[in-house]
């Protein structure tokens, strides 16, 4: 026998919800098969089955949300992938499987559903779980997975009571929230979606963790808008996506990438990782939050390449289609905050990346140019935030130079392709 | 202080109010000579036969008499013997008296109180047990009172009498000599509206009107032996009810019984729970449960007919037990 448990679908997913189980007890898996939908704050996935075999019992219904690591599925018969098998991701991989009881028990119809209370984490896991309202809420307003608490409740469910008792002895759990601002009339009360949480993990890690220190350089894109004016139409009629800004900076952050390797990092614990690919993270704002899907080894990409590797994946994390390997990876992150209008912004650094860039909005200035005459030329400001820990001012400043370099380069004769 | 009886609490709020305004009246079925459970006994004597009157056995002609008299000025106090027999009536308070303010664009109001003895648990049988509430409640225009205690049934007389429209002003008759507490003098106002914690307690909410407010706090009282506090709610009005403090006793406990006598279908409490539902939601830890009459067409006479009948305070703490272990 077999164990199934929730992956840990990225590196800040702390529990996933299961949203459908593509296989019922008894069905024959095959190894890859999938098995499970499971839904986390970034994305959807299909879990592919890493056993062949049956499976005996679904230890957690659907629509549940459990903690990483949480069996989800017993397989008997199992047939593990052997150990060099290329496992769907490795980070899908799951743990070796439970040591087989002393006897197993033969897998009949009736033998397996026996099998699921037994494994199951909780209390009373037999009965699915049901959070009340009060119990919901308080729970999330507090940061308390209800699933750790041991129900008082009929065929133990958690009470409110009981989130009350936690809440007050409790685990220094994330800081209390101001004592539950008391709401006001006319007030709305939100409570946070899981991936308002895990941005707000997220942010609140890197600020914690990472001396920002912040730079910004003017740039005169007047070159850059002029090319892409005269080739954005005809761009547009070919290739069926506009030609961004984005992809031009895309197109020469990767280049000064290239240049200053340190800036292509991560800082992982006390190990610094200069990384061999350039993927860049694109913050995209979505209905709920904010994700920052991944273009992977965008330095092989032309200016058009990175246009339409942009826009798909921009649109895909707007629809929630991403795949959950495009929001990994990442050694770079670009945040186009100029599409509000803004001409200055400090972005946070996206853990555990090192730096992070921002492109401001293009306005058109006055500008001193070279003869000592005044110009209208088209101006650009680009903010680099970086951890101090890992980059001094020097190289951040020169990384960000290069990018200006490159960018005012941008003329009619630019390749696209 | 002594205890008084609701009953005589009752007849001391008409004695005051008919002394301080003379445009008050009373009238209705043997008013004059007392009334079935002698509410009105001596107020002829003291305020003689052109204020305090006998009416036929008619209840749309008085009442729609006491209608003409509030817009002409007067403050009518009118009997209805039985709320059973209030029937009769009905066109007049939904079609005249409950409309008159909205259609007149605020030109004419009623400032009429039709006070009425309601319930079982007496042997009134099928035409002198019933309850009535939610019938009037369901319509807007007309305020409805239910008071449980002697000082809350006098001082929401005076309230009653005061307000510019129609009150419907509800006396369980089980209660009239049952209960007796201290009325404090001088008199706290109560507004219409206005609910009130009887019992405080944090593990189940019991929300009940008239003399269900008695039974729910025998509950509680019980079920505080067995380790379950239990906060007791006197809804005193239903039309308004009073949201707020609804709401509060639910984020007090997250677990809620509402408990009437009326029928269980179209019960207020069917709209207490729409209100928790709609404004509650996120504070509450169980099901709504609801302790009410049953569905049948009326309470027989026999003493077993009424126990099934009437809600007392053994199933309203079952059902509180049950919610407490939820």
């Not at chain 1, 984490?121 to 750790?148: C, F, K, M, N, Q």
């Not at chain 2, 009246?25 to 004597?45: A, K, N, P, Q, Y």
């Amino acid at each position: 026998m077999a164990t199934l448990t929730m992956p840990q679908l990225g590196e800040t997913v702390t529990e996933g919800t299961v949203l459908r189980w593509l296989k019922q007890p008894n069905d024959h898996i095959d190894l890859d098969e999938p098995l499970v939908e499971i839904d986390t704050e970034k994305v959807n996935v299909e879990i592919p089955s890493p056993f062949a075999g049956t499976l005996a019992a679904i230890l957690v219904p659907e629509g549940e949300t459990v903690p990483v690591g949480t069996p989800l599925a017993e397989i008997a018969g199992a047939e593990e992938a052997a150990p060099a098998a290329p496992a769907p991701t490795a980070k899908l991989a799951p743990k070796p499987a439970a040591p087989p009881p002393p006897q197993a028990p033969p897998i009949t119809s009736k033998a397996a559903p026996k099998t699921a209370p037994k494994t199951a984490v909780r209390p009373g896991g037999d009965r699915p779980r049901v959070l009340s309202p009060v119990v919901a809420r308080l729970a999330a307003e507090h940061g308390i997975d209800p699933a750790t608490l041991a129900g008082t409740g009929a065929g133990g469910r958690v009470t409110k009571k009981d989130v009350l008792a936690a809440i007050e002895t409790g685990p220094a759990a994330a800081p209390a929230p101001a004592p539950a601002a008391a709401q006001r009339a006319g007030d709305v009360a939100t409570p946070l979606s899981p991936m308002r949480r895990a941005i707000a993990e997220h942010m609140l890690r890197s600020k914690r963790s990472a001396p920002h220190a912040w730079l910004v350089i003017e740039t005169d894109v007047t070159g850059l808008v002029r090319a892409r004016q005269a080739l954005k139409d005809s761009f547009r009629e070919r290739e069926g996506v506009d030609l961004s800004y984005l992809a031009f900076v895309s197109k020469v952050v990767t280049q000064a990438l290239r240049d200053f390797p340190p800036i292509n990092s991560t800082w992982d614990g006390d190990q610094l990782y200069e990384r061999g690919d350039v993927n860049l993270g694109f913050a995209v704002d979505v209905p709920d939050g904010l994700i920052v899907p991944v273009v992977k080894q965008a330095d092989r990409m032309s200016v058009a390449a990175l246009a339409h590797a942009i826009a798909d994946v921009a649109a895909r994390a707007r629809a929630g289609r991403l795949k959950l390997d495009e929001v990994q990876g990442g050694t770079f992150t670009i945040d186009n905050t100029g599409t509000f209008g803004t001409t200055l912004s400090a972005p946070i650094i996206n853990q555990p990346q090192v730096a992070i860039l921002t492109t401001e909005a293009i306005v058109k200035r006055p500008v001193v140019v070279d003869d000592d005459a005044i110009a209208v030329r088209s101006m650009q400001n680009l903010c680099c935030s970086f951890d101090h820990r890992a980059l001094d001012g020097a190289i951040a400043a020169r990384f960000t130079a290069r990018v200006k370099a490159l960018l005012e380069a941008i003329g009619p004769d630019t390749a696209i392709y | 202080m002594t205890a008084v009886s609701i009953a005589d609490a009752i007849r001391s709020a008409h004695q005051e109010i008919m002394r301080a305004d003379e445009r008050v009246i009373l009238l209705g079925e043997d008013v004059e000579t007392g009334g079935v459970f002698r509410i009105t006994e001596g107020l002829l004597d003291e305020f003689g036969p052109q204020r305090v009157f006998d009416t036929p056995l008619a209840e749309s002609g008085f009442v729609g008499a006491a209608i003409g008299a509030a817009l002409a000025g007067m403050r009518p106090i009118v009997e209805i013997q039985f709320v059973d027999f209030i029937l009769p009536a009905i066109n007049q308070l939904i079609s005249e008296a409950a409309k008159m303010r909205y259609r007149s664009i605020g030109e004419w109001s009623v400032p009429m109180v039709v006070r009425s003895p309601y319930g079982g648990g007496v042997h009134g049988g099928l035409y002198h047990s019933q309850c009535f509430e939610a019938l009037f409640a369901h319509v807007p225009g007309l305020k409805v009172v239910m008071p449980a205690t002697p000082a809350d049934a006098k001082a929401l007389l005076h309230t009653a009498v005061a307000d510019p429209d129609p009150v419907i002003f509800l006396e369980h008759k089980r209660s009239y000599r049952l209960i007796k507490d201290e009325v404090p003098e001088p008199l706290p106002e109560v507004p219409i509206g206005k609910a009130i914690v009887r019992r405080d307690g944090d593990d189940v909410a019991i929300i009940a009107t008239g003399l269900m407010v008695h039974e729910s706090l025998a509950a509680a009282e019980q079920l505080a032996g067995e380790g379950v506090d239990c906060l007791v709610l006197d809804l005193r009005s239903i039309a308004p009810l009073d949201r707020d403090a609804i709401i509060d006793a639910v984020q007090r406990t997250g677990k809620v019984v509402i408990t009437h006598e009326d029928h269980l279908t179209g019960g207020i409490a069917g709209e207490v729970a729409a209100i928790i539902a709609a404004d509650a939601f996120e504070h509450l830890d169980g099901p709504i449960k609801r302790v009410a009459g049953p569905d049948v067409p009326a309470m027989g006479y026999h003493p077993n007919f009424e126990k099934a009948f009437i809600p007392d305070a053994e199933r309203i703490a079952a059902a509180a037990r049950d919610l407490a272990a939820y």
